[in-house]
C-alpha cells in the first residue's frame, strides 16, 4: 500500500478526482491535509509521496520530485494573499499562516525586496490583531476573508511583478525508493482527470465562490522550465532570511 499527502484545499480538486476515480484504492491510500501536516508526515516517512509546500524542501535530506506537475500560478493566485486595514507600508506587525511556510517565507521575501516595508513577522498568539497588523491567509480561508478587509494583496501578483515570473506553492515529492511503476500510475491517473476537466469543475449553477474560474485561470497545474526557474530563484531568497 503506498501512502499519499494531499493538500486538502479546493486548489486540490483535479488531483483528488484522479485519486478516487482512476487509482486502485487496494494499492494507494490518500490523506488529505492542510500543507504543513503534508509535509511533516513526508518528513517522518508517514507517507512515500505528498504533495508539498515548497519552502520545505531544503529541509529534505532525500526525495524526488516529479516532473510535471505542480500547484502554482502566473499572476493573481487568489488564495494566497495579505490581508489589512491599512495599506501595506503602514504595517509594522503581520500574522503568519501556521498552514503553510511556504507562503510565509514568500511573504517576507516580497515585504523586504518588493514593498520594502520593515515589520515583524509573529504567530497569532504572540500578539493582539491591531489596525497596523496585517494577516498571512491561505487557501480556503481566504474565500470567507475576501469581503472583510480594506486591503488584499495577492503574492502571485506581486512576485509576478517583482520576478516576471509564477510561482510555484507546492510540488509532488516521493521517497526515492518508491518504484517508478507507481509514479507512473500515479501521472497517468492525472492525466485521465486533466483531459477532461468538467468531470471536476462546478457547475455553474451552484459555483457561490467562482472555482470554477480559480481552478482555471488562477491555479496552475503544470510544471514547466519557468516555473522550475522561479522555484529555484524563491529557494535561493529563502538562505537570507
Known sequence: MVKIACVSYHNTTPYIYAFDHFLDQNLF????????ICAEKFKQGKVQ??????GVLPELEE????????ISCDG??????????????????????QDSRSSN?????????????????????????????????????????????????????????HTGLPFVFAVWVS????????????????????NKPEQWLPKKE???????????????FDFDDRKKESLDL???KTKSL
Open 29 to 36: 491510500e490518500l490523506e488529505r491535509d492542510v500543507p504543513a
Open 49 to 54: 509521496i505528498s504533495l508539498l509546500p515548497v
Open 63 to 70: 526525495y524526488t520530485i516529479l516532473d510535471n506537475y505542480s
Open 76 to 97: 493573481e493566485v487568489r488564495t494566497v494573499c495579505i490581508f489589512s486595514h491599512v495599506p501595506i507600508e503602514q504595517l509594522n506587525t503581520i500574522i503568519l499562516d
Open 105 to 161: 517565507l514568500l511573504a517576507q521575501i516580497l515585504m523586504k525586496e518588493h514593498w520594502k516595508v520593515e515589520a515583524k513577522f509573529k504567530h497569532e498568539n504572540e500578539e493582539a490583531f491591531d489596525q497596523h497588523c496585517g494577516r498571512i491567509l491561505i487557501g480556503d480561508k481566504v474565500f470567507e476573508a475576501e469581503n472583510k478587509y480594506a486591503y488584499k494583496y495577492d503574492l502571485g501578483t506581486h512576485w509576478k511583478i
Open 175 to 194: 521517497l526515492k525508493e518508491v518504484d517508478k511503476q507507481v509514479i507512473i500510475e500515479m501521472e497517468r491517473a492525472f492525466v485521465k482527470s486533466f
Open 206 to 220: 451552484n459555483d457561490p465562490l467562482n472555482l470554477s474560474s480559480y481552478l482555471t485561470k488562477h491555479i496552475k
Open 234 to 236: 524563491y529557494l535561493s
